[in-house]
């Protein structure tokens, strides 16, 4: 009986939270990366594509519903399923220093603040997924584990819809994902990316047709256009956050060689805290 009671009241308790949905907001304007950053020439990188303005986050019972959304229509011209945006969805699960990684995805060019080490992260690219899984083996094997393929995206009008199975996650159904902390980056995808970028567009001293401006020609700038920071709550202050957390970097000259990096730093977002 009391083994009956308990099954009904974990069902119960993820009954309830099924249905819990987390907001944030990005103020306007900031898809600037530390400030300095500036679109590729190629009409295709339409002004506001990589600006986040909002996100959800769903509890859907034994699925997390992801919902990124941004300045301007996702586009359709050459990508295997849309053109240009990748996002990255560090997940922290406990919020216990050190815990998890503070490493990110190869290429992304930030680590995350031990405080807000992660456990999983989402990856969200236009590409094939036999593509992604080959690029991750090749680049990202020792964290291949904690990169999580969503089960399901559909790109339409300004947004992005993520759906990841829990399971994959390695979380239970009655999860509380209030309690999490959330690291949700916009990068640029491309299909030809450098040796140890996995399928993220490296952003450049000087932009061009496919490069992005503003940063460096060696390779320790963070290729991070936008980001949701502090309170996520879309106020003009955290336009100056971003760009202070995503400024801290020093870079080598040579764009083929990590040693001499120093990589910014970035915290995530805990919308329960």
Known sequence: MKKVLLIMLVMSISLLLAG?????SDPKGDDKGPGTY?????????????????????????????????????????????????????????????????????????????ENAWEKVVF????????????????????K??????????PVGKSIKSTVKKVDLGVAEDVDITQWGYGILMLSATGF???WCVLMRRVNEY????????GSDGSGDPNVIDMFVDNADGSEDEIQI?????????????????????LTTIKLVYPGK
């Open 20 to 24: 819990t949905k987390i907001e944030l």
């Open 38 to 114: 500036t679109y590729p020439t190629n009409p295709i990188y339409v002004p506001g594509s990589f600006d986040l303005t909002s996100a959800t986050i769903e509890d859907k019972g034994d699925e997390i519903e992801f919902v990124v959304k941004f300045n301007a229509p996702v586009s359709f011209n050459w990508g295997d399923y849309w053109d240009v945006h990748q996002i990255q969805i560090y997940l922290d699960f406990d919020h216990v220093m050190n815990s998890g990684w503070t490493e990110t995805i190869p290429g992304t060019q930030v680590m995350v603040d031990p």
């Open 124 to 143: 969200i690219d236009p590409h094939t997924v036999p593509k992604i899984n080959g690029e991750i083996d090749m680049k990202a094997a020792h964290m």
């Open 145 to 154: 584990n904690d990169i999580v393929l969503p089960a399901k995206n559909k």
């Open 193 to 195: 990316p450098g040796d």
């Open 207 to 214: 932009e061009g047709d496919h490069r992005y401006g503003g």
């Open 242 to 262: 971003q760009y202070d957390m995503l400024d801290d970097w020093e870079s080598g000259m040579d764009p083929e060689d990590t040693s001499e990096n120093k």
